[in-house]
């Protein structure tokens, strides 16, 4: 008596869905790590063993044009820079509606300490909280 079966199962396996799963696993991941670079400008920071867990809302960086010898001061990572005597009054409109008012500095390898202190005057006559930005070791 010869029985044979009507349905064959089968063994093949379909990757469309995985390959859709992957695809955009990929897109996500792309489209976050543009995101997590807040500063704009490359900077060479100075390298530390600490880190703050504090989170400032305003970063000021200094970025030194060694040809010309000459600085500039950007807000928030903005690529137009700004003079420093407009520093003060662009951190006060950021900061003024803040309860805890923190702001990072982002000071390149080669800009003089001077320039950094300026900074922290600034945020000592506003009674502002300073965060120096180092790359970790």
Same mark, same amino acid.
């Given at each position: 008596?010869?029985?044979?079966?009507?349905?064959?199962?089968?063994?093949?396996?379909?990757?469309?869905?995985?390959?859709?799963?992957?695809?955009?696993?990929?897109?996500?991941?792309?489209?976050?790590?543009?995101?997590?670079?807040?500063?704009?400008?490359?900077?060479?920071?100075?390298?530390?063993?600490?880190?703050?867990?504090?989170?400032?809302?305003?970063?000021?960086?200094?970025?030194?044009?060694?040809?010309?010898?000459?600085?500039?001061?950007?807000?928030?990572?903005?690529?137009?820079?700004?003079?420093?005597?407009?520093?003060?009054?662009?951190?006060?409109?950021?900061?003024?509606?803040?309860?805890?008012?923190?702001?990072?500095?982002?000071?390149?390898?080669?800009?003089?300490?001077?320039?950094?202190?300026?900074?922290?005057?600034? !945020?000592?006559?506003?009674?502002?909280?300073?965060?120096? !930005?180092?790359?970790?070791?």
């Amino acid at each position: 008596m010869a029985i044979k079966r009507r349905n064959k199962v089968d063994s093949s396996f379909s990757m469309s869905s995985m390959t859709d799963i992957v695809f955009l696993l990929l897109i996500f991941f792309l489209v976050t790590s543009t995101l997590v670079n807040p500063n704009a400008l490359k900077l060479l920071l100075p390298k530390s063993t600490n880190q703050v867990s504090a989170k400032a809302t305003v970063s000021v960086s200094i970025k030194h044009y060694q040809k010309s010898n000459t600085f500039s001061y950007h807000i928030n990572g903005k690529e137009k820079p700004i003079r420093f005597d407009q520093v003060e009054t662009e951190l006060q409109n950021i900061l003024q509606s803040e309860d805890d008012p923190t702001f990072s500095i982002y000071a390149d390898k080669s800009v003089p300490i001077e320039h950094v202190v300026d900074l922290m005057n600034i !945020a000592k006559r506003n009674k502002y909280k300073v965060i120096l !930005a180092t790359s970790p070791e």
